[in-house]
């Protein structure tokens, strides 16, 4: 994957990006496919070692709910179920411009369909008929519609996230602490150590100092602020809410 492919990732799901920016979470050397890989890795759920995952991933401090927050969260679910319902039929979802996310990457627990104008809307507003991807679990060949995700740039604080979606209920997630392989370093996506891969999210190292020992690239923030809301999936908010990273 070369620039053009890097750029779309940038575009469809790096909140905090500007478009044409260069992605923060990808090489931009012609081994970037292995940092998108990772990057597929880190957004679809994919299972991390026991502690791994804490090093990468930063969410939103638990808040005390206040009046009106669990039914601004009611409203949200109603009304994703009422206006994305279209979207069980993963046809209707690319006809209006939705796309597989890395589609070389197969047997993911969960895909997304990433509609990259909504990306871009994202950085500005939020419209919840507009997700930036909607999230399809795979049922022996179908695809079932179990939710969406939405994205905020990075930029925004706990109180800009809590007006898109109340803290008290749902808990904003980013990846954070990646290191990558020196530019030109394709071979070393995979190096591993004591049984872990030295780089990207299942790495076990998650500070500057440690990256640079071992010749990489340390990049702080991958994407933006994203949240899942499974509203399609059950009626338990445990399950409508939950962090599946």
């Known amino acids: 994957m070369g620039a053009g492919r890097a750029a779309l990732v940038c575009l469809a799901l790096v909140a905090g990006c500007a478009p044409g920016a260069a992605p923060q979470g990808t090489a931009q050397d012609p081994d970037s496919s292995h940092a998108a890989a990772a990057a597929e890795h880190a957004m679809s759920g994919m299972s991390m070692?026991?502690?791994?995952?804490?090093?990468?991933?930063?969410?939103?401090?638990?808040?005390?709910?206040?009046?009106?927050?669990?039914a601004r969260a009611a409203g949200l679910v109603?009304?994703?179920?009422?206006?994305?319902?279209?979207?069980?039929?993963?046809?209707?979802?690319?006809?209006?411009?939705?796309?597989?996310?890395?589609?070389?990457?197969?047997?993911?627990?969960?895909?997304?369909?990433?509609?990259?104008?909504y990306a871009i809307e994202?950085?500005?507003?939020?419209?919840?008929?507009?997700?930036?991807?909607?999230?399809?679990h795979p049922?022996?060949?179908?695809?079932?519609?179990?939710?969406?995700?939405?994205?905020?740039?990075?930029?925004?604080s706990d109180d800009d996230l809590d007006q898109r979606i109340p803290l008290a209920v749902a808990r904003w997630h980013e990846h954070v602490n990646w290191c990558i392989p020196p530019r030109g370093g394709f071979a070393h996506?995979?190096?591993?150590?004591?049984?872990?891969?030295?780089?990207?999210?299942?790495?076990?190292i998650a500070t500057a100092a440690a990256c640079t020992a071992v010749g990489g690239r340390?990049?702080?923030?991958?994407?933006?602020?994203?949240?899942?809301?499974?509203?399609?999936?059950?009626?338990?908010?445990?399950?409508?809410?939950?962090?599946?990273?």
């Open 49 to 70: 070692p026991m502690g791994v995952e804490d090093l990468h991933m930063k969410l939103t401090p638990e808040r005390r709910a206040t009046p009106g927050d669990s």
């Open 189 to 204: 996506w995979r190096d591993s150590t004591g049984g872990h891969p030295v780089f990207g999210p299942q790495s076990p």
């Open 139 to 156: 049922e022996g060949d179908s695809l079932v519609l179990v939710g969406a995700m939405y994205t905020a740039p990075a930029r925004l």
């Open 122 to 136: 994202a950085q500005l507003r939020f419209d919840p008929d507009h997700p930036t991807s909607l999230l399809y």
């Open 218 to 245: 340390f990049l702080p923030r991958i994407f933006g602020w994203m949240v899942h809301v499974n509203a399609f999936a059950s009626d338990d908010p445990r399950v409508i809410w939950a962090v599946h990273h």
């Open 78 to 117: 109603t009304r994703m179920r009422s206006t994305l319902a279209k979207y069980r039929d993963v046809r209707a979802a690319e006809a209006d411009g939705f796309r597989q996310f890395l589609p070389g990457v197969k047997n993911q627990p969960v895909y997304h369909y990433t509609n990259r104008l």
